[in-house]
């Protein structure tokens, strides 16, 4: 089966960096992404991982090692609109195409 | 240019009803996915379709079916409504299937009585 696990909350202090990590299991993998979603809103996509390594987009950063199953989500210079949730995603092909998203990372910044 | 867009934005029916929602993907975007998202958890994949056939299914009972149109567009399905299915239907459109940039609109939210 499919399933991927991160933490259910992290609270940061404004102006700190902050990582939210994710564990997975898949077959077939493509490779990780990373969403945002804020309260009522719906998610946007942040970043995508199929190598392994570190893509950097402005504050945020994302990483991902394929032979441990496992990526993080790296956001540095918080600030308090950062408050949300954060999804990681998986795409596998077991079945036809499926992307599978992690029960979300809440985020609180603190001022 | 218009993102994806969803209709309608809130819909309350009862038990044992049939609901349809809406999607209007990016334009030049063939791929459509729909999600079901319970408040606190993450959204659960429901379907993938990619020029107008299924792709991917998720692990939903029968009752929920979609079809994508010719222009792209697309139809969720859920028949003999349960108060269960009570959650935020989004869907997401992407250029091609295997795209991993999914851009969501902003859901339909169900309430099932």
């Known amino acids: 089966g499919q399933s991927l696990e991160q933490p259910s909350e992290v609270t940061a202090v404004e102006g700190a960096i902050v990582q939210i990590n994710c564990t997975y299991q898949?077959?077939?993998?493509?490779?990780l992404s990373w969403y945002q979603q804020h309260d009522g809103g719906a998610p946007t996509f942040l970043s995508y991982?199929?190598?392994?390594g570190l893509e950097e987009t402005g504050r945020f950063s994302s990483f991902l090692s394929r032979s441990d199953s496992y990526g993080y989500l790296l956001l540095q210079e918080l600030q308090m609109k950062d408050s949300a949730s954060y999804f990681c995603a998986v795409r596998g092909d077991t079945g036809g195409f499926k992307t599978i998203f992690g029960a979300g990372t809440r985020l609180f910044v603190k001022a | 240019d218009a993102g994806v867009t969803q209709s309608p934005t809130h819909l309350i029916k009862t038990r044992g009803q049939h609901v349809t929602l809406r999607c209007s993907p990016i334009?030049?975007?063939?791929?459509v996915s729909w999600y079901q998202q319970v408040l606190g958890q993450g959204p659960q994949f429901i379907f993938q379709y990619y020029e107008k056939e299924e792709r991917g299914r998720g692990n939903f009972p029968d009752r929920f079916s979609a079809r994508q149109f010719p222009n792209y567009s697309s139809e969720l399905n859920v028949n003999a409504l349960l108060l269960g299915d009570s959650a935020l239907y989004l869907c997401?459109?992407?250029?091609?299937?295997?795209?991993?940039?999914?851009?969501f609109g902003p859901g339909t939210r169900l309430l099932v009585l």
């Open positions: 898949t077959s077939g993998f493509y490779g």
């Open positions: 997401a459109s992407s250029l091609v299937a295997v795209q991993e940039t999914q851009y």
């Open positions: 991982n199929a190598l392994d």
């Open positions: 334009s030049g975007h063939k791929s």
